[in-house]
């Protein structure tokens, strides 16, 4: 397999989650990686637009296929998440008669308020687009240009209207598993912590913290060493 590009969501106020994703993600991957940070700094050519969002990359996770020249395959996924398997076995989940394939959450959020406190509000097809495994190079994916993901209501781009539902494949739940939204699953595969991450104090103990902390651990193991 040749490289995988992971696009990841970075957001300065907590930049720490970004590395720890990145470094749960290297330590277990038997494939290459290469991780495409969503900065707004590194992206002259896009200017967010959106008024509301929780996180500096909410809209810019559907420049993927963009970024990536509407080629190959690719992950997008937000950076408050821990990677606990081999990142292949999602690739290898890859169908190319899909557009995108996501895991289809259908569940209404146990808290109103989220971390730095956002507004954690229910709509249709809530945390579809927070892990995408994208077909760059499907015909149907290059509509989205910066200029059309500035243009366009979140509602548009997270519920993925510009497709057909028939080119939106499913993954299983395993590899966007919610931390307190659902109850514990050692089956989990990639944990994502959307209610807050553990690096906020009023999230940093939770059933599935501990995996946080130890790939966090990890990340700084030696530095000033």
């Not at 996770?61 to 990142?87: H, K, N, Q, S």
């Not at 510009?162 to 989990?188: F, H, Q, R």
Request: glycine residues 4%; hydrophobic residues 40%.
């Amino acid at each position: 397999m040749k490289t995988l590009t992971v696009v990841v969501g970075f957001d300065q106020r907590e930049s720490v989650a970004y590395h720890a994703f990145c470094q749960s993600v290297l330590e277990k991957s038997s494939i290459p990686v290469r991780f495409l940070p969503l900065a707004r700094g590194a992206m002259k050519f896009y200017t967010e637009t959106h008024q509301d969002g929780s996180n500096a990359f909410i809209y810019s996770r559907f420049l993927t296929p963009f970024l990536c020249d509407y080629e190959g395959m690719a992950v997008f996924a937000d950076g408050d998440m821990i990677c606990l398997t081999d990142i292949a076995e999602l690739a290898r989940l890859y169908d190319p008669t899909k557009a995108v394939q996501v895991a289809k959450h259908d569940y209404k959020t146990k808290a109103a308020v989220k971390y730095l406190g956002n507004k954690n509000e229910n709509y249709p097809r809530k945390n579809w687009s927070s892990l995408i495994l994208w077909n760059c190079s499907h015909p149907a994916n290059r509509v989205l240009t910066p200029a059309l993901v500035q243009e366009k209501p979140g509602s548009f781009l997270h519920r993925f209207s510009w497709l057909d539902d028939s080119l939106i494949g499913e993954l299983p739940k395993e590899w966007n598993w919610l931390e307190t939204e659902y109850d514990l699953n050692p089956a989990a595969k990639l944990i994502h912590y959307t209610l807050g991450t553990p690096c906020f104090k009023d999230y940093e103990k939770s059933d599935t913290s501990d995996e946080w902390w130890a790939a966090y651990r990890r990340l700084t193991d030696g530095i000033g060493v």
